[in-house]
């Protein structure tokens, strides 16, 4: 596994944190803008950031604290056979805040509070093209392991899936 790239000094006036409870309608609003749609998302991800033992959402806040960018993680199932892998998505930057390293902060600390809570392999599926995103997690050292061919229907054409994964820094080998 390569080194992941550093993370560039935020901008000023922006900071990372741990979404709570009380950010679901923001997150939702951001998630919005970003990916369209006609549902208030509200509701389902207040449960979701109030399910701590099986999410964390981290996120970016602007200068007047509106969120600027969220990352999530999930622990699908708790049985001992597949507990050690946790599912990153939910990337979302707004766009007036792009290319200035939101997304690799609130990356880094989904992934940094994922393995701290014992993930041993954060997985995630990005559907292509999204030349973006392959590129910020391979420089964060996900590895692609194999493309699922037409994985989605969206915006009048197939999409395949590309999967990738990333060990924890602190797994022991196998
Ligand atoms: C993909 C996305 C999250 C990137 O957010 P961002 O805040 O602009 O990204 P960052 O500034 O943190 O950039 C981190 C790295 O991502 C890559 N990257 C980001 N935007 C890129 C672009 N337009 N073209 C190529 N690489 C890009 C680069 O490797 C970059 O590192 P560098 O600046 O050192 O070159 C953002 O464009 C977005 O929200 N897109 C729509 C939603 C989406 O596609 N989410 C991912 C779902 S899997």
Same mark, same amino acid.
């Given at each position: 596994?390569?080194?992941?790239? *550093? ?7 922006? &900071? ?22 006609? $549902?208030? %998302?509200?509701?389902?991800? /207040? ?25 999530? #993680?999930? !622990? ?12 990153? !998505?939910? @990337?979302? #930057?707004?766009? %007036? !805040?792009?290319?200035? /390293? @939101? ?22 599926? #990005? ?10 997690? $391979? ?5 692609? !392991?194999?493309? %699922?061919?037409?994985? @989605?229907?969206? %915006? ?8 990738? &994964? @990333?060990?924890? *820094? ?5």
């Amino acid at each position: 596994m390569r080194p992941a790239t *550093p993370a560039l000094p935020l901008p000023a006036a922006v &900071s990372a944190r741990l979404l709570a409870p009380a950010d679901a309608a923001a997150l939702a609003a951001l998630r919005l803008a970003v990916l369209g749609g006609a $549902r208030d %998302e509200t509701a389902a991800l /207040g449960q979701q950031i109030a399910a701590r033992d099986r999410n964390l959402m981290a996120g970016a806040f602007g200068p007047d604290d509106s969120l600027l960018a969220a990352c999530a #993680v999930h !622990w699908a199932d708790p049985h001992p056979a597949v507990a050690h892998k946790a599912l990153l !998505w939910g @990337l979302v #930057v707004v766009p %007036e !805040w792009r290319r200035l /390293g @939101l997304a690799r902060a609130v990356t880094q600390l989904a992934l940094e509070q994922a393995f701290a809570r014992g993930a041993r392999r954060v997985n995630l599926q #990005v559907y292509l093209p999204n030349a973006a995103a392959v590129a910020l997690y $391979r420089s964060l050292g996900f590895e692609a !392991w194999g493309t %699922e061919p037409e994985a @989605l229907w969206a %915006e009048g054409r197939f999409q395949d899936c590309l999967n990738m &994964s @990333l060990a924890s *820094p602190h797994a022991a080998s196998r």
